[in-house]
């Protein structure tokens, strides 16, 4: 599902402060992992997409080709000092719902519970300004006290962490909306996690993954 996205007024705020892979694999999690699929016409008759998907098998094959966070990463997620930015924060993302994205870099978000949500991601850098608009559809309704909160990563040796704010709720899913002065390209995956309002600030329950390309 691809949606084009246009500018709001800015609420800024200052926040604690992703890596070309394999082209055509994000897809295939994105679609098998987070929207489902199908074999064949005669699996189809027999079969439902849960009975037909291993989800398991494809999330580790991703996981093994990087695309989506190995443990040890989860875990440094947590201990792991939140780099600071100013940034703008968009509780307002209805002017962008239809901002047109074509050559920015995009990365395909798969559920790595296993569910069925998806979601596709855009970042750009231009004129001065980082840019990130990401979708995501069929996510469960957090219960009461708990947010969806989208995160920037830099994977490798120096390894870093900036939180891009709550998701917001539209009438289509959810969107996560973040600019800044910095240039953040080489924050070149994204998570979003499910948070409790604890006054946590590091990263709890991982939902959707993804690394731009």
Known sequence: MIFFLSLPQKTYVILPIVMKKIVFFPLIVLLLVGGGCV?????????????????????IQAKENGLIMKDEEIAQMKV????????????????????????????????????????????NFSNETYTIITKMGN????????????????RGDSFSVLSIGHAVKTEKGYMNVY???????DHAFYVLTLEAENGNA???????EGSFR
């Open 202 to 208: 590091t990263a709890d329950e991982h939902i959707l």
């Open 80 to 123: 792991q000092p939140l780099e600071t930015d100013v940034g703008v924060i968009f509780t307002d993302v209805s002017d962008y719902e239809e901002m047109i994205v074509k050559g920015w870099n995009s990365a395909a978000l798969a559920d790595v519970t296993g569910g069925d949500s998806f979601g596709l991601a855009y970042a």
């Open 179 to 185: 600019q800044s002065p910095t240039d953040l390209s």
């Open 139 to 154: 996510l469960p309704e957090p219960a009461q006290g708990y947010f969806y909160e989208g995160w920037l990563i830099r």
């Open 39 to 59: 074999k064949d016409k005669e699996t189809l008759s027999t079969q439902t997409p849960s009975d037909v998907i291993d989800r398991g098998s494809i999330l």
